[in-house]
């Protein structure tokens, strides 16, 4: 992506600015999703898969056992059973949709479900650490409420039960699946390194964020929906392009997550207003907005290179309306349509992929459906 | 290991604390080792790993190659080539015979080898987080060098790298092999979990010190004697046995290494003086003298909870002769007499186990020297 390509999707006006409003995000492409059926799947998913990641949890050695509990949501900090928001869960009604795409039950593709989960939460114990987070699906998280030692320990704990969830299957399907997990995970750590490594530089391009997303988003969802077709047999072609089907959701995602970390309803999406740019985050359409030129870019560029040399004391200073203006900035530069777009190219691109294999008519359904889901929610 | 087990093998008198010298171990009940040989032996792995090791740390995106040269001694902080001391290179020695006594080439463990190092130093670059130790082979650990984030992203690569050293040869004996790195590494967190519980407790006793010991250095080092074998295609009931002499050998590795964080000489270990006195390590020596009973164990026991109440600063302050008759305490107690004996029985079983299996006799005795060295060694 150049910056010619981003220019040509900026309007030429500005005067969007006046009419933000929160919790819109890229609804015209998609004219009706199945909601009932979405949350049917996620639910099949959480259903099926949490009674073994629980199980897997189970195996840890005290206190890892109750740290990881209390991590996803399943106890407060005192011990007591807890029912916290644990996620969307849609990587697990990836894996089992995964699994019904190669022809086999749902079943088939539950370790690959709890083996993903576990990796998944594995990185969000250490990037919490790394970026020091102090809040997670409305709890503290594990450093803060337990320990840095616990986080970095729970985490390394989980990322080898992910393994071993899969490797004790002990056949030939188990081995491909690691194998293609711990692809995924290495892209996982890079993205986080790419994440980290941004974060101390002014400039970061459009290119270098999307291939940072690619990694921390896109490869692990692209696992959740190969990982149950190799376990059900499936040839590397088919595990490949459900990867590609996966990997551009992940970026549709990423795309959509971008939006709302910045014009989210926090009381739908359970952050601050303004989240993202309160952490100073380079995402798609920060960086959009800067790629783009002219005079609103331009004007976005000096402001935000002064609040570089903010602290972050100073900066959680700033009252709603700084925040609101930079946004206003961020939307008059174009950054807010082209990361919009961007969404809608990522899912077209998604569901082109799927088309490339033959699975049954109603998984292919539940794929797009699920795919409009990412595209369209507000949370 | 009961307390009248453990007294039954205290001397009665206390007369030998006047004799404490550094360096000695456990020298007794080994005649003669085939130094050279088990020199040939390190050096024969350190040359076939190292330059599969460097190539797999290159896969690295930037900049955890360098983090992870740096940690390794490959090269200093400023990123000039270095040729730092990277550790005695038991395991990949281990490894290489490993595959030879499965009846295959010592190539054939060197994926092993590789991924045995890439989790040793995984849980070394977590570990010294966790445990705030700024020193490692006498060089400044990555943490302190670089940053805690550099240290958990770096380990967290090398972890998954591990993985994928082994599954990218694409084998059934590869993904058995990667199962028993899996287990053992579920085992040397599971270790480093007790290693931090017992550090908050006053009272841990022989049996916990033992557990703890047998996973943070057993079961990595049992997983270096069968990997080779795995990878070369032995059947899991010899490599469940040359596990048993691997762990009985981590065993006593580890019972020398606590005599050698005592009564260590300086010169030799690289490490201070009284350097487990000086981190409160609640190591065998120290944990079988309470054990121990008696008047030089009580009164260890009332000086250690005096001990307690003092600030690490406070005791960084302690002299020479403070620590040392702390030491003296704990050889008067039976804690370093017991503690030989147990590198010894150790020793002993390790060999006995490998008695259980078939394999060249050369491959045997290089084996039965390695058991040896690691007793008898001085640093």
Same mark, same amino acid.
């Given at each position: 992506m150049n910056?010619?390509?981003i220019k040509a999707r900026v309007p030429a006006g500005g005067t969007r &600015?006046?009419?933000?409003?929160?919790?819109? *995000?890229?609804?015209?492409?998609?004219?009706?999703?199945?909601?009932?059926?979405?949350?049917? %799947? %996620?639910?099949?998913?959480?259903?099926?898969? *949490?009674? &073994?990641?629980?199980?897997?949890? !189970?195996?840890l050695a005290a206190p890892m056992d109750t740290v990881a509990a209390y991590h996803f949501g399943w106890i407060d900090v005192e011990g007591r059973p807890a029912h916290g928001d644990s996620g969307k869960a849609i990587?697990?009604?990836? @894996?089992? %949709?995964?699994?019904?795409?190669?022809?086999?039950?749902?079943? &088939?593709? &539950?370790?690959?479900?709890?083996?993903?989960?576990?990796? =998944? !939460?594995?990185?969000?114990? =250490?990037?919490?650490?790394?970026?020091?987070?102090?809040?997670r699906r409305h709890r503290d998280t594990v450093w803060k409420a337990y320990s840095p030692a616990q986080a970095i320990l729970v985490g390394d704990a989980l990322f080898a039960l992910a393994n071993e969830v899969l490797l004790e299957l002990g056949t030939v399907e188990a081995g491909r699946a690691t194998r293609r997990l711990t692809t995924a995970t290495r892209k996982l750590i890079d993205g986080q390194a790419q994440d980290i490594s941004y974060e101390h530089r002014e400039r970061v391009t459009v290119e270098e964020c999307l291939e940072m997303e690619g990694n921390k988003t896109g490869a692990l969802l692209a696992c959740a929906v190969s990982i149950g077709a190799v376990l059900g047999g499936a040839?590397?072609?088919?595990?490949?392009?459900?990867?590609?089907?996966?990997? =551009?959701?992940?970026?549709?995602?990423?795309?959509?997550?971008?939006? %709302?970390?910045?014009?989210?309803?926090p009381e739908t999406t359970g952050k601050q207003t303004w989240s993202d740019l309160r952490q100073r985050k380079k995402s798609l359409p920060v960086v959009a907005a800067l790629a783009a030129g002219g005079p609103a870019s331009e004007r976005l560029a000096r402001i935000l290179a002064d609040d570089a040399k903010l602290s972050d004391a100073q900066l959680a200073h700033f009252t709603e309306e700084e925040f609101a203006s930079r946004a206003a900035l961020i939307e008059e530069a174009g950054g807010r349509e082209w990361t919009s777009e961007e969404a809608r190219?990522?899912?077209?691109?998604?569901?082109q992929?799927?088309? @490339?294999?033959?699975?049954?008519?109603?998984?292919?359904?539940?794929l797009t459906a699920l795919a409009d889901f990412v595209v369209v929610r507000k949370s």
């Open positions: 910056q010619r390509a &600015v006046s009419t933000i409003t929160r919790g819109e *995000t890229v609804t015209s492409a998609i004219p009706a999703v199945d909601t009932a059926g979405v949350r049917a %799947l %996620l639910e099949r998913g959480r259903t099926l898969a *949490t009674p &073994v990641l629980r199980a897997a949890v !189970n195996r990587r697990p009604a990836l @894996a089992l %949709l995964s699994a019904e795409a190669a022809g086999a039950a749902p079943e &088939v593709g &539950v370790p690959g479900a709890v083996a993903v989960e576990l990796v =998944h !939460n594995f990185s969000l114990l =250490h990037d919490d650490l790394m970026d020091g987070d102090e809040q040839d590397d072609r088919t595990a490949d392009t459900l990867e590609a089907y996966g990997y =551009h959701l992940g970026l549709a995602f990423q795309a959509v997550d971008d939006l %709302l970390g910045i014009w989210g309803d190219r990522q899912h077209a691109t998604a569901i992929a799927l088309s @490339a294999i033959d699975m049954p008519a109603e998984v292919r359904a539940q």
